[in-house]
């Protein structure tokens, strides 16, 4: 069975191969009443077209319009954050 490290590398290879970016964009939409940074709190962000309920890290404070980037842990996209540059 492949280490976490591996699947990472390997769904990486594939996401390079079709031409999709290494870390998606997504922005947000919108931000749960309860706010908080407990990992646990949710977000919505748009992504092509969809609209999906996320948590995001605690060190991020997530705001509507910003462009985060998200990541794949566990089985579940995450918001990791707000890219350098981006509004």
């Known amino acids: 069975m492949p280490s976490g490290a591996q699947k990472l590398?390997?769904?990486m290879l594939d996401r390079t191969?079709?031409?999709l970016?290494?870390?998606p964009?997504?922005?947000i939409t919108a931000v749960?009443?309860?706010g908080g940074t407990d990992s646990q709190a949710l977000c919505t962000v748009s992504y092509h077209g969809a609209?999906?309920?996320l948590p995001h890290l605690s060190?991020?404070?997530p705001v509507v319009g910003h462009v985060v980037v998200l990541i794949r842990a566990g089985?579940?996209?995450i918001v990791a954050g707000r890219p350098i540059g981006f509004p």
């Open 9 to 11: 590398a390997a769904q």
């Open 17 to 19: 191969a079709k031409g």
């Open 21 to 23: 970016p290494d870390w």
């Open 25 to 27: 964009l997504a922005a």
């Open 32 to 34: 749960a009443a309860t």
């Open 51 to 53: 609209s999906l309920n």
């Open 59 to 61: 060190q991020y404070t």
């Open 75 to 77: 089985g579940q996209w």
